[in-house]
C-alpha cells in the first residue's frame, strides 16, 4: 500500500469524490455507497473511513432502527419501522457504533411511529444516542 493512503485525510478526499452527497438521484447515491463500502473492505486501513463516508447523510430515519435486533421492531405500513418490545442496552449497540457515523440525519414523519421515538425517551438502557443529542 502506498505511504500516502496512510493519511486518512487523503482516504477521505477519495472516498469523498466517489460519493457524491446528495446524490443526483436515490439509486446514484446508493450505488456510490456500495462501491465506497467495497473500497473499504478492501484494506483495513480504508474501512472505518469508508463507513464514516458511509454513514455520513442518512435519508431513512428507519434504517438506523433496523439496526436492531430484528425481533425488536416490524415494518410499518408506510414503509418506517415500529418498535415492538423493550429495547435493551446491549440492543442498542449496534445502533451506536453505526449511529455515531452518522453527520446528516434526514427525517420523514413517516420513517418511525411513536414507540420508537418513545423507547429513544424513555429507554431503560441509559444509552448515548450521539446523533440525538439532549
Known amino acids: 500500500m502506498h505511504k500516502a493512503l496512510l493519511v486518512n485525510e487523503i482516504v477521505f478526499r477519495i472516498l469523498g469524490s466517489i460519493v457524491d452527497d446528495p446524490p443526483s438521484s436515490y439509486n446514484r447515491g446508493y450505488t456510490t455507497r456500495r462501491t465506497a463500502l467495497h473500497l473499504g473492505r478492501t484494506c483495513r486501513t480504508m474501512m472505518d473511513p469508508a ?5 455520513e447523510g442518512v435519508r431513512d430515519f428507519s434504517v ?7 425481533d ?5 405500513a408506510a414503509g418506517g419501522v415500529t418498535i415492538i418490545r423493550t ?6 449497540q449496534r445502533f451506536e457504533y453505526y449511529g455515531s457515523r452518522v453527520r446528516r440525519l434526514y427525517y420523514r414523519a413517516t420513517d418511525l411511529s411513536h414507540s420508537c421515538l418513545s423507547e429513544i425517551n424513555s429507554s431503560n438502557s441509559n444509552t448515548t444516542l450521539p446523533i440525538l443529542p439532549d
Open 51 to 55: 463507513m464514516d463516508v458511509v454513514w
Open 64 to 70: 438506523l432502527f433496523r439496526l436492531l435486533p430484528a
Open 72 to 76: 425488536s421492531w416490524q415494518a410499518n
Open 87 to 92: 429495547v435493551t442496552k446491549a440492543d442498542w
